[in-house]
């Protein structure tokens, strides 16, 4: 029995995956695509999910208590996990996704108006919801929201929700942020992109 020079389970091309890359928002287009938005609920989603880099179920799970008005900051502690059954909530999707974020001054002043129009009252409401008040579902924001027009009228059709995260991350790469910062989460809005 003679040895292979060569591993009988090497696949040509089986190790190289070269994913797309993903579009970045300017901080206009984030602004553009937040006033897109069909029902104005969705609106601060947009800006929350982009200059907070969160993910969508980190968004979902965010709570009145979670949110510092005054420091301009948010807590985030949880994630909602979609299944076809309803909703699992669930620590982050790791123990650096337990992290206080700053948000920018304009973002924070949307989201104290947000707060007197949609959210309950009481630091355990949901401070997003769907129309009837219920837990967010994928599927119902991209239809309630407009998503799929509003994308296309700021010329980027193919626009994911989680592109947010990706474009807040750049945004505040670009603003000086460290990526040590932005990994932990930055604790102040001196590190929040403008």
Known sequence: MTASARNPCWIRGGGDEKPAERPVLTVVQVFDLADRMKDRRFRVLVLV????????????????????LAAGTLSIRRQYIELATGHQLGPPKSRAGIRTVAVPAPVTKALAEHLDIYAQPGPDSLIFTGPHGGILRRGNFRRDSGWLAAVAGIGVPGLHFHDLRHTGKVLAAQSGVSL???KRGWATTAHAPR
């Open 49 to 68: 999910a982009t200059f907070a880099s969160l993910r969508w179920g980190e968004a979902n799970a965010l709570r009145r208590g979670d949110l510092d």
């Open 180 to 182: 040590a910062t932005s």
